[in-house]
């Protein structure tokens, strides 16, 4: 089927009290891994890649990967810009056709996050395409995207004021996770994600999850986020699947072979994190 919005699978996820998740891929067989999992699972997923994955290879390599995977899938694909850290780059993803973006203002100041924000829905509603923007930062480090050591938490009276004031259709809050790898258990403020959902209408989105526990990801879905992000967690066990063939077979040299066990062992984490987000069998 064709590429789909988030704008759609959101707001179906937010009626029904489950989130989709939202995968970022590096290359083809983390793409083939992701659909493989959505589609044995029949569950919404969302592609995505950052800016520094762009920069690796441009935006219309992984846009036509993702494409050709959708048309193929018997699920509803997305294919999003995750943390889109400029106008120019929004833009860029927009025009490739990119069927959701995210513009990442956090680092501004609040007024300038707006103006950023609602620079880019201006642009991508009158084409019918979905942004997901950020309020507060979340922490820690990953690719180039770094959040800082103590970085402000959502303000839920902020969040309406945000929210209105750009026209967003998604918005990832700050509860004290952080991009990475985390160095010790992370301690999120859910009772503050609780406020948050009482007052703001739209989906949420909860960044920097790959570590954080699945039962506290259950309770943030229970508790209102429509969906999750999941990167570092993919890199690893690519990664994991990678080393292990070599292991095995230390004279491999043929990549289709090893990477083959990174792409399953991706599929088998997709599917464990499809399930926590409560996506499956809801295509």
Do not use: W
Not at 91 to 115: P, Q
Not at 175 to 191: F, N, S
Request: with cysteine.
């Amino acid at each position: 089927m064709p590429l789909v919005t988030t704008k759609e699978l959101l707001l179906k996820a937010q009626k029904s009290h489950y989130a989709v998740g939202a995968f970022n891929v590096e290359n083809m067989e983390m793409i083939q891994a992701v659909v493989a999992a959505a589609e044995e699972l029949n569950a919404p997923v969302i592609m995505q890649t950052t800016p520094s994955t762009l920069k690796y290879a441009d935006a219309d390599y992984f846009y036509a990967n993702v494409k050709i995977a959708a048309q193929k899938a018997k699920v509803p694909v997305v294919m999003h810009l995750d943390h889109g850290n400029s106008f120019e780059l929004a833009m860029k993803a927009y025009r490739v056709g990119y069927s959701s973006i995210m513009i990442d203002g956090s680092h501004e100041i609040f007024d300038e996050n707006i103006r950023l924000t609602k620079s880019v829905v201006d642009v991508c509603h009158a084409s019918g395409i979905p942004v997901e923007a950020e309020l507060g930062k979340v922490g820690g480090k990953e690719d180039n995207l770094e959040g800082g050591e103590g970085n402000p938490y959502t303000v839920p009276a902020e969040a309406v004021e945000f929210v209105n004031a750009t026209g967003v259709d998604s918005l990832a809050v700050a509860i004290g996770t952080a991009h990475g790898v985390y160095k010790g258990i992370p301690q999120l403020d859910v009772e503050r994600l609780s406020e948050i959902c009482e007052v703001v209408s739209i989906p949420l989105v909860l960044h920097g999850t790959s570590g954080v526990p699945d039962e506290i990801v259950k309770d943030c879905v229970r508790r209102g986020i429509c969906k999750v992000n999941y990167a570092t967690g993919l890199r690893m066990a690519f990664t994991k699947g990678i080393k292990g063939c070599m292991e095995k077979n230390p004279d491999i040299f043929d990549p289709k072979k090893y990477n083959s066990a990174g792409r399953e062992e991706v599929k088998q984490y997709v599917m464990s994190k499809i399930k926590i987000c409560g996506s499956a069998d809801k295509a």
